[in-house]
């Protein structure tokens, strides 16, 4: 588990140290790691000012919020389809990301809060407000997994039809498009405010979603079974939706809806080093690190002078590698 962990650590301080050299302004990887190591008053190294600022006030912070964004979702990926059974299973299936496109087209197209409430705060308010409907219409505690995926897919289209009728009927044209890049995903707006607490929040949540490993491993024979090992089926149902809501909330408040990488990352991650979710969950959260830096990359650097939303990338990504796995899948059946 050490020798785990440093090689995580090692792997993502490269990809990070690489994002954050990528740009308008190429920044060398040595100059990276003095900026930081001089910033925590290790070295004295005298570097150029300008790499200084675009490191500390722009890129850095950029990279280390994809990195737990990334994490994040990989992580309440792997939880949503232990929980409800189902390999299609992702973080968006209880409704929190169309509940966050509905509070943040309200926030910039109708006005609401009259410039007091935030984009992200409005997402975030959405979000919980379709993970609250998805609760009472399942019934809480008492709802099975296939009442929570109906109850999800329904919260989906009510939130998605309110987004859709703002932006037609209250939007200009300039508003619709800035909506649209902050729905595909954008990593463009995130500072250290934004890297504060998204860590505060995954950190936190990992380390919850890792006390109920095992119990994630007995959900997956059923809940009969894992009933007759002494579980209590419904708290801890209602626990952990709680954890993955709270983490894809605010995720999605901060980024925007990024796609697959909540389906993708656990099917890969489950293929090296298998289904126990000791091992899965910490091995996730590293697998969505990355993968979400480097699709941040992409978007930064596959089309010369022009940024593309994030999902998009992910996307392109996942639907083919998303492919492959149900091929092996259907192969091992």
Not at 37 to 65: F, Q
Not at 121 to 144: E, H, Q, T
Request: hydrophobic fraction near 55%; proline fraction near 4%; charged fraction near 10%.
């Amino acid at each position: 588990m050490v020798g785990f962990a440093l090689a995580s650590l090692v792997a993502i301080a490269l990809v990070v140290g690489v994002s954050v050299g990528i740009g308008d302004m190429p920044i060398p990887l040595s100059t990276t790691y003095f900026a930081i190591t001089n910033k925590l008053g290790w070295t004295e190294v005298p570097l150029n000012r300008i790499h200084e600022t675009v490191i500390w006030d722009y890129r850095l912070s950029r990279a280390l919020v994809a990195v737990f964004c990334g994490a994040g979702l990989a992580l309440c990926g792997a939880i949503m389809q232990a929980l409800l059974r189902n390999p299609l299973a992702e973080p968006y299936v209880l409704g929190i990301s169309a509940g966050a496109s509905t509070g943040a087209v309200a926030v910039v197209i109708l006005g609401i809060g009259a410039g007091a409430v935030s984009l992200s705060a409005g997402a975030f308010a959405g979000a919980f407000a379709a993970f609250l409907l998805v609760a009472l219409l399942s019934n809480g505690a008492r709802g099975g997994a296939d009442r929570t995926i109906l109850a999800g897919v329904a919260a989906s289209q009510l939130f998605n039809a309110a987004t859709s009728y703002i932006v037609t009927t209250s939007g200009n044209a300039q508003q619709a498009r800035d909506v649209m890049f902050w729905l595909l995903g954008s990593l463009g707006g995130v500072r250290w405010p934004e890297f504060a607490l998204v860590s505060i929040v995954v950190g936190l949540g990992l380390i919850a979603c890792l006390f109920y490993a095992r119990v994630l491993d007995a959900f997956a024979f059923g809940d009969e079974a894992a009933a007759s090992l002494g579980i209590d089926i419904g708290r801890t149902r209602i626990v952990l939706f709680a954890l993955t809501a709270i983490m894809t909330a605010t995720i999605v408040s901060m980024v925007g809806t990024i796609g697959f990488v909540g389906l993708v990352v656990p099917h890969a991650t489950r293929f090296v080093v298998g289904p126990l979710h000791a091992r899965l969950l910490p091995a996730c959260a590293v697998t969505g690190a990355i993968f979400m830096v480097l699709a941040d990359i992409a978007s930064r650097t596959l089309v010369p002078q022009q940024l593309l939303p994030i999902g998009v990338v992910t996307a392109l990504v996942g639907v083919p590698f998303f492919s492959v796995i149900l091929y092996k899948l259907q192969r091992a059946s």
